[in-house]
């Protein structure tokens, strides 16, 4: 009686195709089998992708502009900004630079920012 069992749910078994650890073994196979896009076809593929992208790119730069404008308009902002650049000044004299060399490297370092600095 528990050979008949047996003999089911190994028939079901074979029927019911390979198991997940069998197609991981087949999947770098497959992949290796499959077309590889040729430079032309990249190309398209990545015109599409970025043509995608361009509006919600543009969105995104627009939003962090208006929120970066909403903050520089803040009298205490400019406070903020003042501290940081007499800081930066006291920090560069104490440290042995002349008042010119601590000025220009004053001048010459951007404001902290969340986005690169652009020049």
């Known amino acids: 009686m ?12 074979l029927q019911a195709g390979p198991t997940q650890a069998q197609q991981a073994q087949q999947a770098p196979q497959q ?9 032309e076809e990249m190309q398209k593929i990545m015109d599409a992708t970025m043509g995608a992208m ?3 790119m543009g969105r995104m730069v627009e939003v962090m502009v208006e929120a970066q404008l909403k903050i520089a308009v803040l009298p205490e902002t400019a ?4 501290r940081f650049k007499k ?3 006291d920090a560069l004299l104490k440290q042995g630079f002349s008042k010119d060399q601590a000025m220009q ?3 010459a370092t951007g404001l902290p920012s969340a986005t690169p600095a652009s020049k």
């Open 2 to 13: 528990r050979y008949p069992v047996a003999m089911c749910a190994a028939l079901y078994l």
């Open 31 to 39: 992949a290796s089998q499959q077309h590889q896009p040729s430079p």
């Open 105 to 107: 490297l004053v001048i």
């Open 54 to 56: 361009v509006p919600v």
């Open 87 to 89: 800081n930066l000044y």
């Open 79 to 82: 406070d903020r900004i003042a």
